[in-house]
């Protein structure tokens, strides 16, 4: 998924367990509905398993292969999911060797005070609005700040050099600054990077904010049940997805390679939905389907071989 820190994405073992639990629903051609009416587990648990990358209870999984003991491979299953506990609770400890104890909380937050409020003085429109006000009212602020060094001087030496360097920093902008307004703040920001990614390293990653969407195009599509269904390929990332329209909440749009793991995504809202990415060297090493809730299932057949359009 779409500029994440690597401690916030899963961990492989459990995205193959969600991908393995996906294919045999795909062989047993099994909704939600019919999920939730054969394991007891809610549709909305499931669909929340999977779209939030969450590890499933064992218990669920047990009777997901009860359920359909000659498709479901209840030691694969259960392989996979101990594989992914264990990785969960290896990425859980890891996170809290690297929380600080209360020393080098204290360290970091004296050290980086400055620089953060030198930012946030340059971005504020209160501080750019005292720049135009006369030298001698800048006499008076600078006298407050004085007692407040005074205070700041009893409270300890740390926070002692900060007020300093703020308040010599305020004063120099107070009785040196032209009677022009500093531009606005959000004319400096600037648009975050999009996320490169190619073969392999795309698989299961959202297209939305990676380069992989700015050259997709729709190799195949096809249109039934009042719905559309697109293969959507990168020749820049050697990536698919699929993607529908025109479609409502439920309904489910499967991208399935010829090799490795298919991705699934059923609508939440709206009226399109589409899955994340699969790696393929070219669009026909990969099938999108979409099922229609209580109507059926419409593939893309059809070659279109369109120009670059949005994800």
Same mark, same amino acid.
């Given at each position: 998924?779409?500029?994440?820190?690597?401690?916030?994405?899963?961990?492989?073992?459990?995205?193959?367990?969600?991908?393995?639990?996906?294919? *045999?629903?795909?062989?047993?051609?099994?909704?939600?509905?019919?999920?939730?009416?054969?394991?007891?587990?809610?549709?909305?648990?499931?669909?929340?398993?999977?779209?939030?990358?969450?590890?499933?209870?064992?218990?669920?999984?047990?009777?997901?292969?009860?359920?359909?003991?000659?498709?479901?491979?209840?030691?694969?299953?259960?392989?996979?999911?101990?594989?992914?506990?264990?990785?969960?609770?290896?990425?859980?400890?890891?996170?809290?060797?690297?929380?600080?104890?209360?020393?080098?909380?204290?360290?970091? +937050?004296?050290?980086?005070?400055?620089?953060?409020?030198?930012?946030?003085?340059?971005?504020?429109?209160?501080?750019?609005?005292? +720049?135009?006000?006369?030298?001698?009212?800048?006499?008076?602020?600078?006298?407050?700040?004085?007692?407040?060094?005074? %205070?700041?001087?009893?409270?300890?030496?740390?926070?002692?050099?900060?007020?300093?360097?703020?308040?010599?920093?305020?004063?120099?902008?107070?009785?040196?600054? %032209?009677?022009?307004?500093?531009?606005?703040?959000?004319?400096?920001?600037?648009?975050?990077?999009?996320?490169?990614?190619?073969?392999?390293?795309?698989?299961?990653?959202?297209?939305?904010?990676?380069?992989? %969407?700015?050259?997709?195009?729709?190799?195949?599509?096809?249109?039934?049940?009042?719905?559309?269904?697109?293969?959507?390929?990168?020749?820049?990332?050697?990536?698919?997805?699929?993607?529908?329209?025109?479609?409502?909440?439920?309904?489910?749009?499967?991208?399935?390679?010829?090799?490795?793991?298919?991705?699934? *995504?059923?609508?939440?809202?709206? +009226?399109?939905? +589409?899955?994340?990415?699969?790696?393929?060297?070219?669009?026909?090493?990969?099938?999108?389907?979409?099922?229609?809730?209580?109507?059926?299932?419409?593939?893309?057949?059809?070659?279109?071989?369109?120009?670059?359009?949005?994800?």
């Amino acid at each position: 998924m779409p500029g994440l820190d690597r401690s916030e994405e899963p961990a492989a073992e459990l995205v193959a367990l969600l991908n393995l639990i996906r294919r *045999y629903m795909g062989e047993l051609d099994w909704s939600y509905q019919v999920l939730e009416r054969n394991t007891g587990v809610s549709r909305s648990t499931w669909n929340r398993w999977y779209t939030q990358k969450k590890l499933p209870k064992r218990e669920a999984l047990v009777k997901f292969a009860d359920a359909a003991p000659r498709t479901v491979n209840q030691d694969e299953l259960l392989g996979l999911w101990g594989a992914a506990r264990q990785a969960q609770e290896a990425k859980q400890a890891q996170a809290a060797d690297r929380v600080p104890d209360g020393d080098e909380q204290a360290d970091q +937050h004296t050290t980086a005070t400055p620089a953060t409020t030198s930012t946030s003085e340059q971005q504020s429109p209160t501080t750019t609005a005292s +720049h135009t006000e006369p030298t001698k009212r800048s006499g008076k602020k600078t006298g407050r700040v004085l007692a407040g060094i005074m %205070s700041a001087l009893v409270l300890g030496g740390g926070a002692a050099l900060w007020v300093i360097n703020a308040s010599a920093d305020d004063s120099a902008k107070s009785t040196g600054a %032209s009677s022009s307004a500093s531009p606005p703040a959000t004319s400096q920001a600037t648009a975050s990077p999009l996320t490169t990614c190619h073969g392999d390293s795309c698989a299961s990653v959202e297209p939305k904010g990676t380069v992989c %969407s700015l050259d997709a195009i729709t190799a195949y599509t096809g249109r039934k049940f009042g719905a559309t269904v697109e293969l959507r390929y990168s020749p820049r990332c050697d990536a698919a997805w699929a993607k529908m329209s025109n479609t409502s909440p439920d309904d489910r749009v499967i991208i399935t390679p010829k090799r490795g793991n298919s991705e699934e *995504y059923r609508q939440q809202y709206g +009226h399109d939905a +589409h899955t994340r990415m699969v790696p393929v060297t070219r669009p026909e090493d990969a099938r999108a389907c979409a099922k229609i809730q209580d109507r059926g299932t419409v593939c893309a057949t059809t070659s279109a071989l369109s120009s670059p359009t949005p994800t």
